[in-house]
């Protein structure tokens, strides 16, 4: 069963009026848009996600509070395009929750898990051509460094990625835990004990097939464009990437531009943008019922000006 991460405060944070609109850019298996839709009246939610596994749950479980919403299926980043299309332009609330969906790596057929047997998948949106297969067995060995480094922060990259070249030489890699004995072979005996050997590399597998911080820093901005003044941006991260790249968009539009800062009357073109709300963690009791929340962080901002 999923459990939504920081699902109080995330909620609390939007300071919901129940006839406006409210974004959820990351669906999943509706945990927060649930939440969401039980506090909107005349209001609208909504919701995009690119898996059609998850959209097909949750369109069951919204279907039941009889409220106001729609799902959209696509991915975050075309997030610009497919409100200009439903004719909405501006709204109350966007909430981003980075993390993978327990559902999704529960199920060992998606190929997201390091404990199951399964191809080598690892896409959100089923559709996509990119998969975890052809990174592993296309991949030249110095990319498959940069994506371990970049995307795992995996202190053994260099081994591990030269092992999946010698080991896919003599036949394509095909299957996860294949990957994972490969991985266990790359790694010293202590650090097997850290924590599971395969951990990092799965993540930074799944985040090149799905291209998830390549859009994210835009799509960061794309959804700040579209709050109203007074409107509030969630942002649920899982890694220090995912969190590097918040808080820089964060500050950026957060901060009073250096030339004018001091200045008695600072011209309206250089106030921010955003005031930061603030910043979350799991409280000790989320952190006993679900050990996924034990990297998740919350941060918050309110829009107090249209960028000029």
Do not use: W
């Amino acid at each position: 069963m999923h459990k939504s991460v920081l699902l109080d405060e995330t909620i609390k944070s939007l300071n919901i009026d129940p006839n406006k609109i409210y974004i959820d850019a990351t669906l999943g298996y509706a945990g927060h848009s649930r939440e969401v839709l039980k506090r909107i009246d005349k209001g609208l939610l909504i919701a995009f996600d690119q898996d059609k596994q998850a959209i097909r749950y949750s369109q069951k479980e919204l279907d039941k509070l009889k409220k106001p919403f729609q799902i959209v299926h696509s991915n975050f980043s075309n997030l610009n395009n497919e409100l200009n299309r439903l004719k909405i332009d501006k709204v109350a609330g966007i909430m981003f929750d980075l993390g993978v969906s327990s559902p999704q790596l529960d199920e060992g057929s998606r190929g997201f898990s390091y404990h199951s047997d399964a191809k080598l998948d690892m896409r959100m949106n089923q559709e996509d051509k990119l998969t975890a297969y052809e990174v592993v067995n296309n991949y030249e060995e110095k990319d498959l460094v940069r994506i371990f480094l970049d995307y795992g922060e995996e202190r053994y990259a260099k081994s591990i990625a030269k092992n999946i070249v010698l080991a896919r030489k003599k036949k394509p890699i095909s299957r996860t835990l294949e990957l994972v004995e490969i991985i266990k072979s790359s790694v010293p005996q202590k650090y097997k004990r850290e924590s599971h050997p395969a951990q990092k590399v799965f993540q930074a597998i799944r985040i090149e097939v799905n291209r998830e911080l390549e859009i994210l820093e835009q799509s960061l901005k794309d959804a700040i464009s579209r709050l109203e003044i007074g409107g509030r941006i969630s942002v649920i991260t899982f890694h220090s990437l995912e969190d590097k790249i918040c808080k820089k968009v964060f500050k950026e539009l957060s901060q009073i531009d250096e030339i004018v800062k001091g200045l008695p009357n600072i011209p309206k073109q250089y106030l921010p943008v955003l005031k930061l709300i603030g910043k979350y963690k799991p409280s000790l009791k989320e952190l006993e019922e679900n050990n996924r929340s034990r990297s998740a962080k919350l941060r918050v901002a309110e829009k107090i000006r249209e960028k000029e």
